[in-house]
């Protein structure tokens, strides 16, 4: 019954780990039956995890799939977004914590007191999983047990912390220039501009259109002049064109997924007819990773893999059986569901079970049919590039993706998808982080201002002023939509200042970031991690400790200058006005806290400092010689290094203070 799947991702270190190997060995939390794993709750039982999700931080009451889709609406009734992060993080009191791992890489169910409110119940669609059990000890404890057995997370270059500016729609080389300048001219700092489909030459992997970017390379080495880094999209599917050396290469080499016959499949995203690189295959993975160096060698230091749950808008099969069957409607008086029926035969064709279940894989393990193994795609579409990446730079690159399992985390970060312009999705993104954070993605954010929907001025300031806090700190945007740079809404001094706010914490953030990489801790954390007996701390979902010294208290709606803020002790208010920094101490409890639109407040935990520095435009020169520290300790433990080498440890932590540099 208990298999192991090794193309899944884990196991790099012996934890402390009880690893189910007989049905007794899941008692005292669970009983199996009928396929499901049933856990009871108490009144007061709280439930963490399950990653890259939507709702609450406390998972409960509702019900969430993995299986990784590519949906650009997150509303509140979905149940699988990008990511396939099966683990869950019960909390019944401190008699009764553990976290659950299912390593399971089709479709599972987590129903979380939906169908009966007391009642966890797990349901993969088969018994070929490997389940993890991790007890006992703090909510911190058990999270760091979990990422010792899971691996160390993805470590990216100090310029990934910089602000990035990215939208589809930026099609050509002038596109890019001005969106550098206008945030040059305007004082905002900015280190990565992005590149989105477009600068492909029809929509094909690792090629530049010669019109629209003549020469990348140069343009990659003058913008770096400026310490900006141009960030290219890379899809997961390759266009079907003969003559293109990608596709040619990988049909003859076999390295594309087949159908039941033998034959490619073929499907289409957007550059029409494509196949699908099996990232689960080894050679595979390898030749399509070593694609990569088409633009490393260009001066490019960084990617975004997007398209890789995967999506897929139609297959050649699909496609006709939607022809067949939409004549079968032409000339016919439709009753009103006929019309719903005919009307939904294109839509229905995209990321169809149909299709997902079309097409195999040639794994070290065998043949696997792509349904069975859904949710590692991504994952290995980010390994094969990490890994490439990492031989063919010997340094550290950026790289994130939009699909993600368990594990992913050691290759490279995520972004949380395609968002909206909604003030519910500022909510969502801080929701998100934390329990991303548990699984390991340390290098997250979301589309900064929403990706689909138009934005408004107030919208983005708000979700910059959370922003600043993430690791990734990208403001992106789809076509068509109002324009969204931190230069479009007029004035941009606010903008200006909230940004630079961010570099001037950079010391702090990045300092955070390694410490919580290089120890499997979190790096943003729920206020209940922190402050285990404080009942009123636990049911706060809008408030997070970013690293061991700092919370935050972030607006996300619309129209009010303030809101209440909960203070588990006393603790050191921070305030940027206008570029300059006040600090007030306030007392344990709940305060009203005035937040104008063009202020950035956050709080510092009592008996400890943060480092600031001073303002820069990009990360290439932040001057760490102008930190000071604030709060109410007089030493901090610094984290530097030179941002760049694969190695990276402990050692580059030392305690500096305001007077004086002790070791
Ligand atoms: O079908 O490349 O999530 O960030 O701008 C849409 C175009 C494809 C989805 C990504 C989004 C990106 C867009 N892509």
């Keep these: 019954m208990i298999r192991k799947w090794s193309f899944s991702p884990y196991i790099d270190t012996k934890a402390v780990v009880r690893k189910i190997e007989s049905e007794s060995a899941l008692l005292p939390y669970f009983s199996h039956q009928d396929g499901k794993y049933t856990y009871r709750m108490n009144e007061r039982t709280r439930v963490y995890g399950l990653g890259e999700q939507i709702r609450g931080i406390n998972k409960r009451g509702w019900v969430y799939e993995s299986y990784c889709a590519d949906d650009p609406i997150h509303t509140e009734e979905k149940r699988s977004l990008y990511g396939a992060h099966n683990f869950i993080l019960v909390d019944a009191g401190k008699d009764e914590r553990f976290l659950a791992f299912f390593d399971y890489p089709a479709k599972i169910r987590f129903d979380i007191g939906y169908t009966d409110s007391d009642i966890i119940q797990v349901t993969p669609e088969n018994d070929r999983l490997d389940l993890y059990l991790i007890e006992g000890g703090t909510l911190k404890e058990i999270i760091r047990e979990f990422r010792s057995l899971i691996g160390r997370s993805y470590l990216p270059p100090f310029f990934a912390f910089g602000y990035g500016q990215s939208r589809w729609g930026y099609v050509k080389e002038e596109d890019i220039r001005e969106a550098v300048s206008k945030h040059r001219e305007a004082g905002i700092p900015l280190d990565t501009v992005y590149l989105d489909i477009d600068y492909m030459e029809d929509f094909q992997d690792f090629t530049v259109n010669k019109v629209r970017f003549p020469d990348l390379k140069a343009l990659s080495a003058e913008l770096k002049e400026q310490g900006i880094r141009l960030i290219p999209i890379i899809d997961a599917a390759v266009k079907v064109r003969e003559g293109y050396s990608v596709y040619d290469e990988g049909k003859e080499k076999g390295y594309f997924c087949k159908d039941e016959n033998g034959e490619e499949f073929v499907t289409a995203v957007w550059p029409g007819r494509s196949v699908l690189p099996d990232f689960l295959n080894e050679d595979a993975s390898r030749w399509f990773g070593n694609q990569y160096q088409t633009l490393t060698d260009m001066g490019i230091e960084g990617f975004w893999n997007d398209m890789n749950e995967p999506a897929l808008f139609y297959s050649d099969k699909g496609l006709k059986t939607a022809f067949e069957k939409i004549k079968t409607f032409e000339g016919k008086n439709l009753e009103v569901y006929d019309y719903f ?323």
């Design 341 to 663: 029926n005919a009307r939904n035969v294109f839509p229905s064709l995209s990321n169809s079970k149909e299709d997902y279940t079309a097409f195999y894989h040639r794994t070290p393990e065998g043949v696997f049919n792509h349904n069975d193994v859904h949710n590692l795609y991504g994952f290995n579409m980010t390994r094969s590039a990490s890994e490439a990446l990492q031989r063919i730079r010997g340094q550290r690159f950026l790289l994130f993706s939009r699909a993600s399992y368990i594990g992913a985390h050691r290759y490279g970060g995520v972004w949380t998808g395609d968002n909206h312009a909604w003030w519910s999705h500022i909510l969502q993104s801080i929701r998100q982080m934390p329990s991303l954070n548990m699984c390991g993605f340390l290098y997250t954010g979301s589309d900064i201002g929403g990706f689909g929907g138009d934005c408004t001025r107030d919208l983005l300031l708000r979700w910059l002023s959370f922003a600043i806090f993430t690791p990734l700190m990208r403001n992106h945007s789809a076509v068509g939509t109002r324009r969204q740079e931190a230069y479009s809404f007029g004035d941009t001094e606010d903008f200006r200042d909230i940004i630079t706010l961010r570099y001037r914490l950079l010391p702090y953030l990045y300092s955070e970031f390694m410490k919580a990489a290089l120890k499997n801790d979190l790096y943003f954390s729920p206020l209940s991690f922190v402050y285990e007996d404080d009942e009123i701390a636990a049911e706060v979902e809008d408030q997070l400790m970013v690293g061991e010294a700092l919370m935050i208290a972030p607006v996300y709606t619309q129209n009010v200058s303030g809101r209440m803020v909960y203070l588990p002790e006393e603790m050191t208010m921070v305030r940027m006005h206008k570029g300059e920094i006040s600090i007030e101490e306030l007392k344990q409890g709940h305060h009203y806290i005035h937040i104008p639109l063009s202020d950035v407040v956050f709080f510092i935990r009592k008996g400890f400092a943060i480092p600031l520095c001073d303002p820069a435009d990009c990360t290439d020169k932040l001057d760490y010689a102008t930190i000071q520290l604030i709060g109410t300790s007089d030493s901090y433990e610094l984290y530097r290094d030179d941002g760049v080498s694969l190695k990276a440890s402990l050692e580059n932590v030392r305690i500096i203070s305001n007077s004086r540099e002790r070791s």
